[in-house]
């Protein structure tokens, strides 16, 4: 990471065609300099359809904005001051206007709402993964030839998104886990990785973690060469169910709650140990399906935010605690080969580190006992938008399996960009959510979603940064 110089950030601005900044920036994909796009080229974003939460699983439009040649590396907090990207395509809605494999399916046919990763190919085609958010807990994606919900619409011209696409089955490729960046190999890991470009995840935008890896992961495959929705991608790096990142840390065994893993998850060794510094011995019940401590409940409804008992008052753990890898928690927005080095750095985001999580139950800065809809930490503060992972290349290479690798440096980027607020969750900072490499320039594309943009707008933010 500190080989990294972060030089700036720039904002979208144009919503012309079917859909609106507000929520989006989920995806996105580097479109290289073609004498009509600016100095460093434009990016192509996926696109929600309508503003607010009703729109949150709809994720499925893209457009393309032209890279401002000006960054701004003063602003936090808010992008109202930030450069802005000029749009030069109008926001299109990804369906298919010719048939694709089986002679009918769109996006809308199959029910897809989300896009896992897209790629301008060398000849000016852009490729769109797009699948269902809810899948199922078999949905493995790329991985499962028998099933259909999961397709690559291809546009044929990036330039002409009116035009539309060819959508078709991605029979014969990798799982969900290779389903959400793709970056260029460098030339002296190409015939040893077997490929052109990484294919990888860490996390997953969609639910169900069977679909997707427990820890980075790093595919290779060439996306040139994608044209009918076949695709052969080697796997390298992938943390399969059983075998996490964070399998060194166990679940705690008197965890009661939805949690059926046998590796701490959700971070709840921390919860737990915060949980007993209050005398609480409710940990094992279960009210409405949720978990239930009485001390902690009491806790919060006894005093309004910010006069109760303080966190950082409490004893802290001691031994081993899940600085890992969480699911859902910890997330990678993009992995790439560092050019030069043997190191294949993974950039992201990181939460519960210190004070741990769990799944379906209130935050501290609740007034009233209400769970979450999923998992979460349970201090907002307890938030690292900078979080990395360094691998060793040799490690990777030489490892009997994909889930042996252990990264050689992992944390909070000592130096990060400036945090960005999310305006509908006051108090909370804007994650990363992904992001691209571009080989000509050694810069860093990171994508920030919903950061507060004047009174009313959650814009995406697109961090640079110089290797």
């Not at 897809?112 to 078999?138: C, E, K």
């Not at 990171?446 to 290797?467: K, L």
Request: glycine share 10%; hydrophobic share 35%.
């Amino acid at each position: 990471m500190a080989n990294l110089t972060y030089l700036g950030a720039f904002r979208l601005t144009g919503e012309a065609g079917v859909g609106r900044l507000d929520f989006s920036g989920a995806s996105v994909a580097h479109r290289p300099p073609n004498g009509s796009n600016g100095t460093y080229g434009s990016i192509f974003m996926s696109v929600r359809t309508e503003l607010g939460s009703q729109s949150q699983q709809d994720d499925v439009n893209i457009g393309e904005w032209e890279i401002p040649d000006t960054l701004d590396n003063t602003a936090s907090g808010t992008g109202d001051a930030l450069p802005t990207a000029t749009q030069l395509q109008n926001i299109v809605r990804v369906e298919s206007t010719t048939a694709g494999d089986n002679g009918t399916d769109t996006t809308s046919s199959l029910g897809h709402n989300i896009i896992g990763t897209m790629h301008v190919t060398s000849d000016d085609r852009l490729i769109v993964y797009h699948m269902p958010f809810y899948a199922g807990v078999t949905g493995e994606g790329w991985a499962v030839s028998t099933r259909t919900d999961k397709s690559v619409s291809i546009f044929s011209n990036a330039g002409n998104l009116s035009a539309g696409g060819s959508c078709f089955h991605t029979f014969g490729a990798p799982r969900d886990s290779a389903g959400l960046y793709i970056s260029p190999v460098p030339t002296n890991y190409q015939s040893i990785l077997g490929g052109t470009h990484v294919f990888g995840s860490g996390s997953s935008t969609a639910s169900f973690d069977p679909r997707c890896s427990h820890g980075p992961a790093l595919y290779t495959g060439n996306p040139n060469t994608f044209a009918t929705g076949q695709l052969s991608l080697t796997q390298h790096l992938m943390y399969e169910d059983g075998y996490p990142l964070a399998r060194a840390v166990p679940s705690p065994a008197h965890w009661k709650g939805t949690d059926t893993y046998t590796w701490d998850a959700y971070r709840q060794t921390q919860m737990i140990h915060y949980l007993s510094n209050f005398g609480d011995t409710s940990i094992n019940e279960n009210v409405d399906g949720n978990p239930c401590f009485l001390a902690y409940r009491n806790w919060i409804e006894s005093a309004a935010p910010g006069s109760r008992v303080d966190w950082n008052t409490l004893a802290a753990p001691t031994g081993i605690i899940n600085d890992y890898w969480a699911y859902t928690f910890s997330f990678v927005a993009l992995g790439f080969i560092v050019p030069g080095t043997r190191t294949f750095l993974c950039m992201g985001h990181d939460s519960g580190m210190k004070f741990g999580g769990g799944y379906k139950f209130p935050l501290m800065t609740s007034a009233t006992w209400t769970a979450t809809g999923g998992q979460s930490e349970i201090d907002p503060d307890d938030v690292y938008t900078s979080a990395f992972w360094a691998y060793d290349m040799d490690d990777i290479i030489g490892a009997t399996n994909a889930y042996d690798p252990f990264p050689y440096a992992y944390g909070q980027n000592p130096d990060p960009a400036p945090a960005w607020n999310r305006r509908d969750y006051p108090g909370s900072k804007a994650k990363s959510k992904d992001g691209f490499f571009d080989p000509t320039t050694n810069r860093v594309y990171i994508t920030r979603a919903e950061v507060e943009v004047g009174s009313f707008s959650s814009h995406p933010v697109i961090e640079v940064y110089q290797v």
